[in-house]
Nanobody, 126 residues
């Protein structure tokens, strides 16, 4: 059974930084595309960032502030979040999907992903 476990969430002041981590018990981790989504109260889950092969994709709202990366040797994906804003407050989820994948598929929405973590809360105070 695949498990994906996020960590690194917490409370931070506006302008601060956090780094989220997600470890995954995926066989052949390197072949999977990985993504981060977030869900704020009373809102739908939305795409944040994804990495497929050597390509990275970001939502416009986080471009230039967030960076997705991965360490295949550790079966881990990261989300470095800088210059955080109160509107970044949400539960953040990591996700993985098998190939084949495209930019459209990876950024299209949660249904494209096969495996999910349980989420980690990020709260940005003003």
């Amino acid at each position: 059974q695949v498990q994906m476990v996020e960590s690194g969430g917490g409370l931070v002041q506006a302008g601060g930084s956090l780094r989220l981590s997600c470890s995954a018990s995926l066989r052949i981790f390197s072949i999977y595309a990985l993504g981060w989504f977030r869900q704020a109260p009373r809102k739908e889950r939305e795409f944040v960032a994804a990495m497929g092969g050597s390509d990275t994709h970001y939502a416009d709202s986080v471009k230039g502030r967030f960076t997705i990366s991965r360490d295949n040797a550790k079966n881990t994906v990261y989300l470095q979040m800088n210059s955080l804003k109160p509107e970044d407050t949400a539960v953040y989820y990591c996700a993985a999907t098998r190939p084949p994948y495209s930019r459209q598929r990876l950024t299209g929405g949660p249904s494209a992903y096969d495996y999910w973590g349980q989420g980690t809360q990020v709260t940005v105070s003003s």
